[in-house]
């Protein structure tokens, strides 16, 4: 399977704990973002990257939480100090720059906190 | 004011149903436009893009209105395997790498 992949699938916490999800795009893309969707909502963007570059971040990103990218390849997603307001289901996509709009989806890592 | 609105549903249909889904936006400078799809506990994949003039995949047809700020999908003869939520998306402007979702509109087609 060449998609985007996700690692873990899930992943159930304590409230204060710090968790990290790794995503690895497709091959060759040189985008990756971030997404988090709760229950009921659509996805909302957290950050992306180009290559190794952190381009944006959205508000909704707090301090608690970092993303990296450090060779342009797989990225890896932290959140510190976890709180029940952070379950939710966090979705990886990639696409490549010159290659159309289309951002191309992971399978997600959905989390509990509890 | 939501960003993306888009009327959550559910639509229950029979098969062989035509059924039409519509969003509306609120930055009128949005550039680019899609439907996604999303089956139950599964990541969203596009199904269209939507652009100016309109546009047919299969049963599946879009149309955008620039001056209502108005997205439509419309689906013929609806199958089983349509059921899932169909998700409106629309970027900011400038920066087509911002994806901004609709909660989605829940389809349940039926036999």
């Known amino acids: 399977d060449t998609g985007v992949s996700q690692d873990p699938r899930h992943k159930i916490t304590k409230r204060g704990q710090n968790v990290t999800f790794r995503c690895d795009p497709i091959?060759?893309?040189?985008?990756l973002y971030w997404y988090r969707q709760t229950l009921g909502q659509g996805p909302e963007f957290l950050t992306y990257?180009?290559?190794?570059?952190?381009?944006?971040k959205s508000r909704l990103l707090s301090d608690r939480f970092s993303a990296e990218r450090p060779k342009g390849s797989f990225s890896t997603l932290e959140i510190q100090r976890t709180e029940q307001g952070d379950s939710a289901m966090y979705l990886c996509?990639?696409?490549?720059?010159?290659?159309?709009?289309?951002?191309?989806f992971g399978p997600g890592t959905r989390l509990l906190v509890l | 004011r939501k960003e993306v609105e888009q009327d959550p549903g559910p639509f229950n249909v029979p098969e062989g149903a035509t059924v039409a889904f519509n969003c509306t936006y609120s930055n009128s400078a949005s550039q680019s436009f899609f439907w996604y799809r999303q089956d139950c506990r599964k990541e969203p994949k596009l199904l269209m893009s939507?652009?100016?003039s309109g546009n047919e995949d299969g049963r599946f047809t879009a149309q955008l209105n620039r001056a209502s700020q108005y997205i439509s999908l419309l689906i013929r003869d609806s199958k089983l395997s349509d059921s899932a939520t169909y998700l409106c998306?629309?970027?900011?402007?400038?920066?087509?790498?911002?994806?901004?979702f609709g909660t989605g509109t829940r389809l349940q087609v039926f036999p």
């Open positions: 996509a990639s696409r490549k720059t010159g290659a159309g709009e289309t951002q191309y």
């Open positions: 998306v629309v970027t900011v402007p400038y920066n087509t790498d911002k994806l901004i």
């Open positions: 091959s060759e893309h040189n985008r």
């Open positions: 990257f180009q290559n190794e570059a952190q381009l944006e």
């Open positions: 939507v652009y100016s």
